[in-house]
């Protein structure tokens, strides 16, 4: 009988704690936010990530009523900015805006990451997909994927090629392979150092964003030569899919998505999730940041968001796995 009553006792005060911190995460994400939110970007300054980004943060700054500041973290592997992502306090008050090539391929291409990629992050919201486009200075005179192979073999060694993210550095593996080919890959930390790089010659071809280059390719400064896209872009359409140009490998989908630490409380995440979805679908936010920058809005619950991380992280592994690149 002692024991029962001590029992049932225990039972209600474990009852009663987990009442009071669902009480308070409930009170929490009501009060939410009563400071200044910082969000760290995994990307460097300048760039359609970031430019979008910062009209996020402006829409969210207006309805919360805090200052909403971009932090950028590029650089480390990708690994840098997910890694203060996950080491913050779960309190809401540090987001994070990251791509699969911080919280996917990490885990397959990094060996000492200083955080659980997989357990401590939570997915809050998917923004956008980002159509890649692969893209040769205009100098070069290549207007086809055997063009330039065709360059390439007469200038061994000399032709340099950005791949910002692993999905284009493995695209360029694959060229190089099947080609018996020598271009090179030079790292930078962002979209707009490499572009500035390509349109000065130091670099001859750059497969990113398709949102970047509309101004230059209308000035004939670069040529576009592919898009990772399953179909051709509506504002393309004369230019073929990388699977029409003859690229057989993995592909994965470039995007950006809102996330947070694993320890956030879901009524927090699911408070921020439906402030950032209604920002999402506001027809002029979503003609003016998404539609006219050559973006694919995604949307959707946090359920949705982890699905999708769950999928494109096994993809990753096959393409990781496929290209044979060694653990750094």
């Known amino acids: 009988m002692i024991r029962t009553s001590a029992y049932r006792a225990m039972r209600t005060v474990t009852a009663a704690a987990i009442a009071g911190l669902i009480g308070i995460s409930t009170a929490h994400a009501q009060s939410y936010p009563t400071k200044p939110i910082r969000i760290i970007s995994g990307v460097g300054v300048g760039g359609t990530f970031d430019i979008f ?46 791509s699969g090539d911080n919280i996917v391929f990490p885990e397959f291409l990094v060996r000492d990451l200083g955080f659980n990629i997989r357990g401590d992050l939570k997915p809050i919201v998917n923004l956008f997909f980002n159509p890649q486009m692969l893209v040769v200075t205009s100098s070069l005179n290549a207007r086809t994927l055997d063009e330039v192979a065709a360059a390439a073999k007469l200038r061994p060694k000399t032709l340099a090629f950005v791949a910002p993210a692993p999905t284009s550095r493995l695209f360029l593996e694959d060229f190089n392979r099947k080609h018996g080919l020598d271009i090179v890959n030079v790292p930078f930390r962002g979209g707009s150092d490499a572009l500035s790089n390509l349109l000065s010659g130091s670099i001859h071809f750059i497969f990113t964003g398709a949102a970047n280059f509309p101004p230059l390719i209308e000035d004939g400064k670069i040529y576009p030569l592919a898009v ?33 630490q694993a320890q956030m409380p879901d009524a927090l995440v699911a408070q921020i999730n439906a402030q950032v979805n209604a920002i999402m679908n506001d027809p002029t936010f979503r003609k003016r940041q998404l539609i006219e920058r050559g973006l694919e809005p995604a949307n959707g619950s946090p359920q949705d968001f982890a699905a999708f991380i769950a999928a494109d992280r096994i993809e990753s592994e096959k393409l990781v796995k496929e290209a044979n690149l060694p653990m750094q």
């Not at 980004?53 to 805090?66: C, I, N, P, T, V």
């Not at 992502?85 to 994070?96: E, F, K, R, W």
């Open 53 to 98: 980004m910062r009209a996020l943060a402006d829409e969210l700054q207006q309805r919360w009523k805090q200052a909403v500041v971009i932090e950028p973290r590029p650089g480390g592997n990708f690994v840098t900015a997910a890694r203060a992502c996950a080491t913050a306090v779960p309190d809401g008050y540090t987001l994070c805006s990251l």
């Open 228 to 260: 990772d896209s399953t179909r051709r872009l509506a504002d393309y359409p004369n230019v073929p899919t990388v699977r029409e140009a003859g690229y057989t490998g993995a592909l994965v989908r470039n995007y950006l998505g809102l996330v947070g």
